[in-house]
C-alpha cells in the first residue's frame, strides 16, 4: 500500500511507449485481487481469461491502449 506496483506500471508504460508500442498485454491469476482492482481502476480491459481446474489459479489476460 505505498503505491509500489503504480510506479511500476508507469515506469512499464513508459518504456513501452519508448519503445513505440501502443498497446501493453499481461496476464495476472485469479486469485491477485489487488492487482485485478489496480486494473480495473487504471483502464486495463480484460481480454481472456485461461481456465484451470481451480478457479483462483485462472489466467487473467488485460490489455490497455498507451
Not at 512499464?12 to 519508448?18: G, I, L, N
Given at each position: 500500500?505505498?503505491?509500489?506496483?503504480?510506479?511500476?506500471?508507469?515506469?512499464?508504460?513508459?518504456?513501452?511507449?519508448?519503445?513505440?508500442?501502443?498497446?501493453?498485454?499481461?496476464?495476472?491469476?485469479?486469485n491477485?485481487?489487488?492487482?485485478?482492482?489496480?486494473?480495473?481502476?487504471?483502464?486495463?480491459?480484460?481480454?481472456?481469461?485461461?481456465?484451470?481446474?481451480?478457479v483462483?489459479?485462472?489466467?487473467?489476460?488485460?490489455?490497455?491502449?498507451?
Amino acid at each position: 500500500r505505498m503505491g509500489i506496483l503504480t510506479q511500476m506500471m508507469n515506469i512499464f508504460e513508459k518504456r513501452a511507449r519508448q519503445l513505440g508500442y501502443n498497446k501493453v498485454t499481461l496476464k495476472t491469476l485469479n486469485n491477485k485481487r489487488e492487482m485485478l482492482s489496480y486494473l480495473v481502476k487504471n483502464e486495463w480491459n480484460f481480454t481472456d481469461v485461461i481456465k484451470n481446474e481451480n478457479v483462483t489459479r485462472n489466467e487473467i489476460i488485460a490489455e490497455k491502449n498507451i
